[in-house]
C-alpha cells in the first residue's frame, strides 16, 4: 500500500500535468484542487523539487510548474523520492539493497524467492507507467 503522503503526491503532480506547457500553479490552487492538505504539501512539493521533478517561481505569478515531462516522471520514480525503497524486502531491492539479518544463505532463502519475481514485474510496471497515463485514462472507467 502507498502512504498518504505518495497519494497527495500523484494527486499534486497530475494537477501540474494538467496545466498547460509552462503555466504555474500556486501552492494553494493546488492545495484546493487536489484535496491536500496545505501543509502537508508543502513538505511534498519540496522534496519533489529536489528530485527535479517540480520547480517553484517567486513572485506575482510564480507557484510550482513540472519541469519534466509528464511522459518522464513514473510512478516508481515518485513512490522512491516519497516513500524510499519499494521493494517488499530489502534483500531484492535495487536502490537500497541489505542482506536480511535473520538469513543465513540468501541463495536458498524461500522467502526471497516467493518474492523476487513478482516484485520484479511490479517494477517494471511501475518504471513504465507514467503522470501521462494517468492523464489518458481520465474520465475511464478505471478500478
Same mark, same amino acid.
Given at each position: 500500500?502507498?502512504?498518504?503522503?505518495?497519494?497527495?503526491?500523484?494527486?499534486?503532480?497530475?494537477?501540474?500535468?494538467?496545466?498547460?506547457?509552462? $503555466?504555474?500553479?500556486?501552492?494553494?490552487?493546488?492545495?484546493?484542487?487536489?484535496?491536500?492538505?496545505?501543509?502537508?504539501?508543502?513538505?511534498?512539493?519540496?522534496?519533489?523539487?529536489?528530485?527535479?521533478?517540480?520547480?517553484?517561481?517567486?513572485?506575482?505569478?510564480?507557484?510550482?510548474?513540472?519541469?519534466?515531462?509528464?511522459?518522464?516522471?513514473?510512478?516508481?520514480?515518485?513512490?522512491?523520492?516519497?516513500?524510499?525503497?519499494?521493494?517488499?524486502?530489502?534483500?531484492?531491492?535495487?536502490? $537500497?539493497?541489505?542482506?536480511?539479518?535473520?538469513?543465513?544463505?540468501?541463495?536458498?532463502?524461500?522467502?526471497?524467492?516467493?518474492?523476487?519475481?513478482?516484485?520484479?514485474?511490479?517494477?517494471?510496471?511501475?518504471?513504465?507507467?507514467?503522470?501521462?497515463?494517468?492523464?489518458?485514462?481520465?474520465?475511464?472507467?478505471?478500478?
Amino acid at each position: 500500500m502507498i502512504s498518504q503522503k505518495a497519494k497527495y503526491a500523484f494527486k499534486a503532480l497530475i494537477h501540474l500535468a494538467r496545466q498547460p506547457k509552462g $503555466a504555474t500553479v500556486q501552492i494553494d490552487d493546488i492545495a484546493r484542487e487536489a484535496a491536500v492538505p496545505r501543509k502537508f504539501l508543502e513538505h511534498i512539493l519540496l522534496d519533489l523539487k529536489h528530485r527535479g521533478m517540480i520547480a517553484s517561481r517567486r513572485g506575482r505569478s510564480g507557484g510550482y510548474i513540472l519541469i519534466k515531462a509528464a511522459d518522464e516522471i513514473t510512478i516508481g520514480q515518485v513512490l522512491r523520492a516519497i516513500d524510499g525503497p519499494i521493494a517488499p524486502l530489502s534483500c531484492i531491492s535495487r536502490t $537500497a539493497y541489505q542482506p536480511c539479518a535473520d538469513c543465513p544463505d540468501e541463495e536458498n532463502c524461500g522467502v526471497r524467492r516467493m518474492f523476487a519475481a513478482p516484485y520484479a514485474a511490479q517494477l517494471v510496471l511501475f518504471d513504465a507507467t507514467t503522470l501521462a497515463d494517468a492523464l489518458r485514462t481520465e474520465g475511464a472507467d478505471e478500478l
